[in-house]
């Protein structure tokens, strides 16, 4: 997930200074948004545009014990 976001960001700055937004805020914490101001389209065509691949370091999750 690291690499995702070290890949992520220039991206993200390269849509800002296109779009001339102010703030990036996930979506999560957004309770209302009018869809004018959404740049998702634009950050994801720019992923698919600069980035060819990323880097994934499969790990195994910890085997949790039997719940009692």
Sequence with gaps: LAQFYVVLRP???AVVEETGVDIILDRSTIIFGSPA???TDAVLA???ETV???EV???SMPQQGAVQ
């Design 11 to 13: 991206v993200l700055s």
């Design 46 to 48: 720019k992923m698919d």
């Design 52 to 54: 060819t691949s990323i």
């Design 57 to 59: 370091v499969r790990q």
């Design 37 to 39: 101001v959404d740049i």
